[in-house]
């Protein structure tokens, strides 16, 4: 059945149909869709793991078990999971394993723009990278093949732009493998290092085959075109881009193992034209380097950016085509002010910000969406790194600055991002006698990547009950005896909170609580309204930075279908002027 698909829908369906048994994952853009959908079919066990480590180490155990098994991740995920990851490449699996990985070229929502080909080189792994949704759905199902063939588990790459736009897809039907009978294997799956050394040799003739396999498979292709002084090399989007850009003129080795990758058929592909080849890549020049290597004077960096996203103009400029010009945009487009990214109205973690900010308080920051606390006119953030790292950051930091940081220091983390790797640094804070305020914003969801379940909701990945983290316990659990829960809708409540625990002696917790505005089971309250004849213009309601509020003709107004009722505004005007709808005819009654 021919279908339009995302790409990450349609990675899901190659795995569903390929038999996949077992799928766990950490949510991560862009590659969050493929574990939601894949949790839509009922006979797949699928699941949210705290972190991409322990996601790879649970589909790993299901492939020794038997089960064709799955792991998704960003880019920066795979960094988490790189521990068992190394490890596993040299034990192999049982049944099949494909950890799919979502580099983000742009950075349209990650903190770099890491290329996690380096990763499948440095692993010794086979790596596949598909070009547009039709391919996701193909090398997912052949990804459990040549996992079980090879003994190992296969990466495949994708990135924003395959995982997010679509495609059609020839969907089957579903075939379950048998459950392949769990034999013990010291030798193979015991990785001390007696057994290590034995296994190294192994991944190392692995690679020789999987090159073997490069040089004959139908993944890596070459599409014939009209010009013989130059053809070009490429893969994943860069070769939609190419043929959009180029069509038939040219000729293209299109790669669809990249890695490891081939040597012969670069070899004679190169061979055919005058004047070399044209390496077409993004991010990190992988493939020229490899091109290099072999001798090929290849060209890539040299006329392509190593930074953000392809275009097919980008593209066309390079390779000397007439590149159609933009159209100009109308006086009142032109004219437009950016939307930058911002906080939602009504979001939970403004009003602690706005305290934080107020007090100027040294803030170390954390991934999720309260990363935008950064943003003017808050500015209250003052790091942010990765996963976890704020706990940790914030007690290096207070160590090396003494008690004066400690006392005008914090740092936020998410409720999710806790649970994935900040509890740990909070244990060290409390394990080494650390005096820092750690401050879990608890918006009750996994926000960012689009209100995923975690740990601490109390539901899985269906959304059916499960355990539930209870975060004071857990605190006290791992030693801070000073933990308190606060209402971010309260300005004073958040100004008392933090300016007591940051002076009390000893690491402390305050838990920052009130569900995301955004959930279906919030219910907004309605939108306030400016009394004009009370707006004195002083613009101290801007300081928040909500997108509900602005200033019209020098006064505040509020846009009634952004405002949630949150009442953070109001705390901020000295002079009453924002009210709820009908306080002016009850105070007339």
Known sequence: ??????GNNAVARGLYEAGVGAASSYPGTPSTEITEALAEYGDVYSEWAPNEKVALETAFGASLGGRRAFCGMKHVGLNVA????????????????????A????????????????????????????????????FAKYAFELSETFDAPVLLRVCTRTAHSQSVVDAGERVLPELIPYEKDIAKYVMMPGNAKRRHPVVEERVRRLAALAE???LNRVEPGARRDIGVITSGAPYQYVKEACG???????LGIVHPLPEKLIRDFAARFTDGVIVIEELDPVIENHCRVLGIPARGKALFPVCGEFSQNLISRALGYDTPAAPELPPWLADLPGRPPIMCAGCPHRGMFYSLAKNKITVLGDIGCYTLGAAAPLGAIDTTICMGASVSGLHGFTHAEGNKAAGRSVCVIGDSTFMHSGVTGLINIAYNGGSSTVIILDNSITGMTGHQQNPTTGFNIKGDPAGKIDLEALCRAVG????????PYSIAECDNAVAEEIAAPGPSVIISRRPCALLKTVKPKPPLRVDPGKCKKCK???KIGCPAVSMKDGGAEIDATLCVGCGVCTQLCKFDAFEAPGAQRRAAL
């Open 1 to 6: 059945m021919k279908t339009l698909m995302l």
């Open 82 to 101: 790189a521990d068992p990851l190394f490890t596993i490449s040299y034990t192999g699996v049982r049944a099949g394993l494909v950890i799919a990985v």
């Open 103 to 138: 580099d983000d070229p742009g950075m349209h929502s990650s903190q770099n723009e890491q290329d996690s080909r380096h990763y499948a080189a440095a692993a010794k792994l086979p790596m596949l990278e598909p070009a547009d949704s039709g391919e996701c759905y193909e």
């Open 216 to 218: 004959t498979s139908p």
């Open 248 to 254: 038939d003129d040219i000729s293209v080795l299109k």
């Open 480 to 487: 801070i005896s000073r933990v308190r829960v606060v209402d």
């Open 540 to 542: 101290s309601c801007m």
